[in-house]
């Protein structure tokens, strides 16, 4: 394992991450917002050289669920904030979802799915 955390290794922290990916990174992210900067990040390689490193991500707006729709509300305005509250640059692009059906029955359900998104604040468009 390799310390990502910069400077000279000590040997106790207050938090030890496994991983530099996002999920490693995003946690330690929010640990120094919290006044919690006592932090080694460790990982095999190097940060976001794993899984991270290989793919996009994405965040979906379209639930059917109140919650769901509220948290990925926030994690969509989160990820807009990240490039000014840390000068890195996450490449955020925001596209949308296309979904198609021959049946009357999907239809309707897609459109009720579209309308309930809509009220708790989504921006679906429906037939």
């Known amino acids: 394992m390799k310390a990502l955390t910069p400077g000279p290794r000590k040997d106790h922290y207050q938090v030890v991450i496994i991983g530099g990916g996002a999920i490693g990174l995003s946690v330690a992210h929010h640990l120094a ?4 900067t006592d932090v080694l990040v460790l990982d095999k390689d190097s940060l976001v050289k794993g899984a991270t490193g290989r793919n996009g ?3 979906r707006a379209q639930w059917t669920t109140e919650e769901n729709i509220v948290l990925a509300k926030k994690s969509l305005q989160a990820f807009r904030n990240f490039a000014g509250e840390t000068g890195h640059n996450v490449f955020l692009r925001q596209g949308g979802y296309l979904f198609l059906t021959r049946r009357e029955e999907q239809l309707v359900q897609m ?3 579209a309308r309930f998104q809509n009220q708790h604040g989504g921006r ?4």
């Open 33 to 36: 917002k919290l006044g919690i």
């Open 57 to 59: 991500g994405g965040v």
């Open 111 to 113: 459109a009720e799915a």
């Open 124 to 127: 679906t468009k429906g037939t």
